[in-house]
């Protein structure tokens, strides 16, 4: 039903499209170093933020995207809403249409919760993370510190360290770092892989923690506890620890390291590799901004003007 754009999965972008969102949050960019750092590209329309789950730096960051954009927004946490007294995700929807918003962020505990909205809705959707499928924006955001704290993106070596099963982060992260030519390896115990991974997704995997030692990039991946519940994924955190926590010893010179967050400092990595102001966590955090600014603009760009000699962005201060 969704008129405009969405973003629901990375798929939904091929090495183009990756490739305007990237060159787009590079002016945006350009914009953050001024005084003023507000433009009106976005300014009349409505952006709703729908935050389900928790969350800090995703929530945050496509707030103030989208303030930074002139837009209109508003922001609703699970807690507290409509949905608590037993309303369903539709009806919330048909509820907030009545608003005519531009665009829906949505995350959501739940796989598929994205498409959900976007069939109950005429607004664009972005999905900034459903449960354990995808979270298409970070992907974008590592693309894109990748480029600028390191190196273009094809021929690098990644290596993704941790709990993929569980990891919406690795989902999208494994397959845009594929499409733009790295090479992609998974570590981790084969309880916390899903099955088929590499077929399906082009990837090397492996349960040796030593496999990490080629790679430019390693990144580490949270142990998601809060959805392991019960389920033996591992022996214990300390054996994990053990077998795979991402520390000095495991690391070579060059190499490095980034991190989703939230980070469980001594578990899948020490405090002194978070600590390291030669890993990229930081970076990460701070490119989520210009990059949900250029993902907002991006699913609403049929109907906006670009500035003269700015293609596809309008930069003018507001």
Known sequence: ????????????????????????????????????????????????????????RTSTSFELAAKRLSADVVSIKGAGTSMDK??????????????????????????????????????????????????????????????????????????????????????????????????????????LVPRHLGEALGTEVSADIRDIADADVVYVLRMQLERMGTGGFVPSLEEYARMYQVNHSRLRAGQRVMHAGPVNRGVEISGKVVD??????????????????AVLYDVLSESQTAAPGVPGVTLEAA
Not at 2 to 25: K, N, Y
Not at 123 to 140: F, I, M, R, S, Y
Not at 175 to 189: E, I, L, N, Q, Y
């Open 1 to 56: 039903m969704s008129a405009h754009s969405s973003l629901i999965r990375i798929g939904d972008l091929d090495i183009d499209g990756i490739g305007r969102i990237l060159g787009t949050a590079e002016r945006f960019g350009e914009v953050m170093e001024r005084d003023i750092k507000k433009v009106p590209t976005l300014r009349g329309r409505t952006v709703i933020n729908l935050f389900l789950e928790p969350s800090t």
């Open 86 to 191: 037993g309303e369903t995700l539709k009806d919330t929807i048909r509820t907030l249409e009545a608003y005519d918003p531009d665009v829906f962020v949505v995350r959501h505990p739940q796989v598929g919760a994205c498409d959900v909205v976007a069939r109950h809705t005429s607004a664009a959707v972005v999905n900034a993370g459903d449960g354990t499928g995808e979270h298409p924006t970070q992907a974008l955001l590592d693309l894109y510190t990748v480029q600028r704290e390191i190196a273009p993106i094809e021929g690098l070596h990644v290596a993704f360290v941790g709990d993929v099963l569980h990891s919406r982060v690795a989902r999208s992260g494994i397959s845009a770092f594929r499409m733009m030519g790295a090479k992609v390896t998974v570590v981790a115990p084969p309880t």
């Open 276 to 293: 390291d102001p030669s890993t990229l966590i930081e970076a990460q955090a701070g490119n989520g901004l210009v990059v949900r600014m």
